[in-house]
């Protein structure tokens, strides 16, 4: 009894903070959103630009302050001048660290397909529009390290690339991406907001050990029309509407009638690969198999399919129809 009123005290705040913490970052979408764009592509301004100084520009500031005190105090005019220095290069800094962001393009975020429990490169395209080099400008994220640095030259293109973790698969909703700058000194940060539009797409981890591919039951042997990528069969009658470039002419010309070629596929090669046949002990391992064979049956080049319950994807073969099947996959 004691045990189980403990775990509801420790969920209580957590539930508490879950909640503060949406509140909070519904009320900073709401109020950024008033100042302007917040979906790219956006050319950042003064109205999205914010700035505040950072820790140790923080420090410096108590410094100078403790300075002034003292300098005012003992009337020691060297130690006023220092102070006033020091101040006007870091007032000179934050205006710097703003400049480094207005007139900043986000063109664009972009993602490639990735495997649940890999990391997401997600790609932050930047332009700059002032004929202006920028320097250190860097794309961050909730839960995630900071992207490297990058600098932008006069009219140039560059990207920042951050790497978010993905613990399972399916549609991942990216949280709002902070553009920031401290050049030139560290004192002041300045950062823009900007919100993904898009979610991309996680697919199921493959298997490290799966089963061999399964064999479809309807192997007989027998062959089925083809294309110029598959096995070449044999001659036929040239009919109205075959391609040209299949006309055989050294053939038809021994023959004294229009041959045309004539391709096969071998339905030997073909497997279906449904859900029903993927062992595991929950839903989640069954896809992973049928990750795991969907890439194998692609590597070795063979005609399949996919059946998950009503979905069906008919046999085929290449890129396109892999990136299909896994996305139907992640999905499901």
């Not at 300075?67 to 130690?79: P, R």
């Not at 004294?256 to 004539?262: E, T």
Request: positive net charge.
């Amino acid at each position: 009894m004691s045990s189980a009123r403990s775990s509801a005290k420790r969920a209580f705040p957590e539930a508490l903070r879950q909640r503060l913490s949406g509140a909070a970052s519904t009320w900073s979408k709401r109020l950024v959103a008033r100042r302007g764009a917040i979906h790219p592509p956006l050319l950042l301004g003064y109205r999205q630009i914010f700035i505040l100084p950072t820790r140790f520009g923080w420090m410096i500031g108590v410094l100078l302050t403790a300075m002034l005190l003292g300098s005012l105090n003992f009337n020691n005019n060297l130690g006023l001048f220092t102070t006033f220095l020091v101040a006007g290069i870091g007032l000179l800094s934050m205006h710097l660290a703003h400049r480094n962001l207005e007139g900043v393009e986000v063109r664009g975020v972009e993602a490639g397909p990735v495997f649940a429990g890999a990391a997401l490169e997600l790609a932050v395209r930047l332009r700059e529009t002032r004929e202006r080099c920028r320097d250190g400008l860097v794309a961050t994220i909730a839960d995630a390290p900071p992207s490297a640095g990058v600098d932008l030259g006069a009219g140039g293109f560059g990207q920042a690339v951050l790497q978010i973790p993905t613990l399972r698969r399916g549609w991942l909703d990216l949280p709002r991406v902070r553009i920031r700058s401290r050049y030139p000194i560290g004192w002041f940060e300045a950062w823009s907001w900007i919100w993904p539009e898009r979610r991309f797409r996680v697919w199921p981890r493959p298997a490290d050990e799966a089963p061999p591919l399964p064999t479809a039951s309807e192997f007989d042997g027998a062959a089925e029309a083809g294309d110029e990528s598959d096995e070449f069969h044999g001659l036929r009658e040239w009919r109205e509407g075959d391609p040209l470039h299949r006309i055989a002419w050294k053939a038809s010309q021994r023959h004294q009638s229009l041959l045309a070629r004539q391709y096969a596929r071998p339905r030997g090669g073909r497997v279906v690969l449904r859900l029903s046949d993927a062992p595991g002990a929950d839903l989640e391992q069954r896809l992973s198999v049928l990750a795991r064979w969907v890439l194998d049956a692609d590597r070795e080049g063979r005609h399949f399919g996919l059946e998950l319950g009503s979905s069906k994807i008919a046999p085929a073969h290449g890129e396109v129809h892999r990136k299909r099947c896994l996305d139907q996959l992640a999905d499901y």
